[in-house]
């Protein structure tokens, strides 16, 4: 069941994701190389504590942190540990803050130091991904055209879209209806109307879209081991189009 959200509730996730924008501006400062991805993990806790949220992941089916942190052929939910960033490294982070009773979540992925030119373009393609998949998000589309957006704009890139993991709505709970997955035919699934909440985020890689979990029981790695990248954002459908929720 989707649950339509109010201009107030909408209000309210745009708060959470004010949170979770301005941890991701802390973190940008932070990611180089040296830095151990639970140092990052600790710097986005303190920063959401702070600001009056609590980490929405942490604790969350039993995962441990308050980021995900997928390293290069991470996918993602990469676990923040003493693994320390390299040079060339591309760290994909993904949060979420429950800020009175409503969630935000997004990710980003980031370079480490000077990263090799087909990082570059693997992430420039997959952020690129997310923002025409925001553009589709608009009343009289369905969610298969925000998924076939992506798709098609990925796979013309010569990159795969994960299947395995997809988007989803969200308000009051993390994970809410619909699925929003980053694959299929345009024109199917609900139609998205004015109050809609929905976490749209490509995970693209840059060889097959094949992946494989980690003894963690959480780390998706791809099974090419071939990079990845992943950008997400929390996006309200109205009518005078998508507003992007997790921006400062
Ligand atoms: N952005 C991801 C999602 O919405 C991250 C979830 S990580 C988990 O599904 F630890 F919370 F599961
Ligand atoms: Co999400």
Same mark, same amino acid.
């Given at each position: 069941?989707?649950?339509?959200?109010?201009?107030?509730?909408?209000?309210?996730?745009?708060?959470?994701?004010?949170?979770?924008?301005?941890?991701?501006?802390?973190?940008?400062?932070?990611?180089?190389?040296?830095?151990?991805?639970?140092?990052?993990?600790?710097?986005?806790?303190?920063?959401?504590?702070?600001?009056? @949220?609590?980490?929405?992941?942490?604790?969350?089916?039993?995962?441990?942190?308050?980021?995900?942190?997928?390293?290069?052929?991470?996918?993602?939910?990469?676990?923040?540990?003493?693994?320390?960033?390299?040079?060339?490294?591309?760290?994909?982070?993904?949060?979420?803050?429950?800020?009175?009773?409503?969630?935000?979540?997004?990710?980003?992925?980031?370079?480490?130091?000077?990263?090799?030119?087909?990082?570059?373009?693997?992430?420039?393609?997959?952020?690129?991904?997310?923002?025409?998949?925001?553009? /589709?998000?608009?009343?009289?589309?369905?969610?298969?055209?925000?998924?076939?957006?992506?798709?098609?704009?990925? %796979?013309?890139?010569?990159?795969?879209?994960?299947?395995?993991?997809?988007?989803? @709505?969200?308000?009051?709970?993390?994970? %809410?209806?619909?699925?929003?997955?980053?694959?299929?035919?345009?024109?199917?699934?609900?139609?998205?109307? %004015?109050?809609?909440?929905? /976490?749209?985020?490509?995970?693209?890689?840059?060889?097959?879209?094949?992946?494989?979990?980690? %003894?963690?029981?959480?780390?998706?790695?791809?099974?090419?081991?071939?990079?990845?990248?992943?950008?997400?954002?929390?996006?309200?459908?109205?009518?005078?189009?998508?507003?992007?929720?997790?921006?400062?």
């Amino acid at each position: 069941m989707i649950i339509l959200k109010s201009p107030q509730e909408i209000a309210k996730i745009r708060a959470a994701g004010k949170i979770v924008a301005g941890a991701i501006e802390e973190l940008k400062t932070r990611v180089r190389p040296g830095i151990k991805t639970k140092e990052l993990d600790r710097i986005a806790e303190e920063f959401i504590h702070k600001k009056g @949220g609590i980490p929405a992941f942490k604790g969350y089916r039993g995962y441990p942190n308050t980021l995900c942190i997928s390293v290069n052929e991470e996918i993602v939910h990469g676990i923040p540990s003493d693994r320390v960033l390299e040079e060339g490294d591309i760290a994909g982070i993904d949060l979420g803050v429950l800020l009175d009773g409503y969630y935000g979540d997004a990710a980003l992925t980031l370079p480490a130091g000077t990263i090799s030119s087909q990082a570059k373009r693997l992430m420039e393609t997959t952020e690129a991904a997310l923002y025409k998949a925001i553009d /589709a998000a608009v009343i009289g589309n369905r969610v298969s055209d925000i998924a076939h957006t992506i798709q098609s704009y990925v %796979e013309g890139a010569g990159y795969s879209v994960v299947r395995e993991f997809v988007g989803h @709505g969200i308000g009051r709970s993390l994970h %809410e209806d619909p699925p929003v997955p980053n694959f299929g035919e345009p024109g199917q699934g609900p139609q998205l109307r %004015e109050g809609m909440v929905l /976490a749209i985020e490509p995970m693209v890689n840059a060889g097959r879209s094949d992946l494989f979990v980690l %003894e963690n029981g959480w780390t998706a790695v791809t099974k090419d081991r071939s990079l990845s990248a992943h950008f997400e954002h929390t996006v309200a459908v109205t009518k005078n189009g998508p507003l992007i929720l997790t921006v400062l």
